[in-house]
Structure formats: C-alpha cells, structure tokens
C-alpha cells in the first residue's frame, strides 16, 4: 500500500476532501443499485493515499470495503458480482436516458461509447486471483 505523501498543505485538504466525497458516495453505493460502491472507493482510496496515511490504511483494512480493495490493489481483480452491477447500471442508465429523455442523439452515441469502454475495460479484468494465490493458506 504505497503512500503518495507529502503534498502541499492545500492541495492535502482537497485530496482529503475528494476522498471523504467518493467514501460517502462509494457507501451510497452499496444501498442503491445505480451507483458502483467498488470503484468509488478505490477512487477514495486513491485520494487518501494523497492525503493522510491515517485514513488510507482505514479504508484499506476496512471490515466492509477493505477486501475488494486489497483485492484490486494486489491482483486487478474485480468480482462477478460486482462486474454485473457495473455493467447492469451502465446499461440500465443508457436505455434511461435514451427512453426517458429528450438527448441529442450525439449524446447518446458519445455517452454509449464511453460506456462500452468502461465496460469493456471491467470485463476484461480477472474475476478471481490467480489460483495459486487462492491456495495459499
């Protein structure tokens, strides 16, 4: 878990800042379905490595949230589970927005294609660590 201190006193309480948003935003997201609660707290993760050890090493070994991030950190792996939330709300909100709005279709076709990416992208990640990590005792 590497830290990426020091940073100017400034830019410390905005990273600070970023990383209580994307935690609160992160723990949202393990209540409502539209928003994917992993990928928000390795942003807040990131942004605490920035700004306090404190904070990074309490979200890394968190009860809850620490075990997909340690997960991510060390192997890139992303779970099945968390996969089809991800994708299933990138969908979910394209279809929203093309059914229930009035966007430009350039909107459509730029949102769809940064979506494909994104899901591209998570797809294509492991779901599971390599086996001989998962045998180790």
């Known amino acids: ?57 309490w979200l890394y070994t968190h009860r809850v949230f620490g075990p997909p991030l340690q997960r991510w950190q060390q192997y890139r792996v992303i779970s099945p589970t968390a996969k089809l939330a991800a994708v299933g709300a990138m969908a979910a909100s394209l279809g929203y927005l093309a059914a229930f709005t009035a966007a430009p279709l350039a909107l459509l076709l730029v949102t769809g294609g940064l979506m494909l990416a994104a899901a591209w992208y998570i797809l294509s990640r492991p779901s599971r660590p390599p086996a001989a990590e998962r045998s180790a005792p």
């Open 1 to 57: 878990m590497p830290s990426q201190l020091p940073i100017p006193g400034y830019a410390r309480w905005a990273y600070f800042g970023l990383g209580w948003l994307f935690f609160g935003l992160g723990v949202l997201g393990a209540f409502l379905p539209v928003l994917p609660t992993t990928p928000l707290m390795i942003v807040a993760l990131w942004a605490f490595s920035k700004s306090s050890t404190t904070f990074q090493r």
